[in-house]
């Protein structure tokens, strides 16, 4: 497997990337229209943690590290590494040596579509991971690949630069020429959400905020009292 490495591609700006860490993986997928979001097998390593960074992809031979090794040179400031494989791998790519060179060049976190292991180094060191898996097998180093490239993980394209958003709930990628109006988007979710949150402390129903019961009659749904459901008399 040849490979190649790109140096300097485009970024989405920091400001914006910033800016969507104010909100979590949920909110940023429906603002976008439901989309961006990898899939429910990408788990986070540690609890209470929310990153966003500017991608740094890897393309990766399966069971072999080597092309990380290659893509540290690449990461700064900002950056989360991103990390596939040519076919499905689980072994443990990645760890807590991985992980202290890359902090030590501002990089905010790792996704893996792969396996990890020193899982509790990593969260005493404070670098946040998500991953496939969690694995203590061992890798290589001797089959080439590529850093900064287009790479699909779960069906969704991430390409350097793009914005990587994780949190507990998982991990969503925002197109780089989308960052801006996504944090727009966002923020008008979050404000309408903050409304609905308000009518429900005040007791509203979901039913009647969002106009559901029309839906239900057009549905067919209908309302029976016990008696009327069962058949048994209220005297029986």
């Not at 190649?4 to 976008?32: C, H, Q, R, W, Y």
């Not at 069906?155 to 994780?166: C, F, N, Y």
Request: proline share 4%; with cysteine; glycine share 12%.
């Amino acid at each position: 497997m040849s490979g190649v490495i790109v140096t300097n591609p485009p970024k989405a700006d920091l400001k914006d990337v910033d800016a969507l860490a104010g909100f979590g993986v949920a909110t940023v997928s429906e603002a976008m229209g439901r989309t961006g979001l990898l899939g429910p097998g990408i788990r986070p390593v540690q609890q209470g943690v929310r990153v966003a960074g500017t991608a740094v992809t890897v393309l990766s031979w399966p069971g072999d590290n080597l092309m990380i090794h290659a893509a540290v040179e690449q990461c700064g400031e900002g950056d989360v590494l991103v990390v596939t494989t040519t076919s499905p791998s689980t072994d443990g790519m990645f760890g807590e040596l991985f992980a202290t060179a890359l902090q030590q060049r501002g990089v905010r976190g790792l996704v893996i579509n792969a396996g990890i292991r020193d899982t509790q180094e990593l969260r005493e060191m404070n670098f946040p991971a998500w991953s496939r898996a969690v694995s203590a097998q061992g890798t290589v180093k001797a089959t080439g690949g590529s850093v900064n490239v287009p790479v699909a993980v779960d069906g969704q394209v991430i390409r350097p630069g793009d914005v990587i958003l994780a949190d507990d709930d998982g991990v969503v990628v925002v197109p780089r020429e989308r960052a801006r109006a996504t944090v727009e988007a966002s923020e008008a979710r979050e404000a309408k959400e903050a409304k609905s949150r308000a009518a429900f402390i005040d007791g509203e129903l979901g039913l009647d905020r969002y106009g559901l019961r029309d839906t239900l009659k057009r549905l067919g749904v209908e309302y029976r009292t016990y008696e009327e459901y069962t058949g048994e008399g209220a005297g029986s």
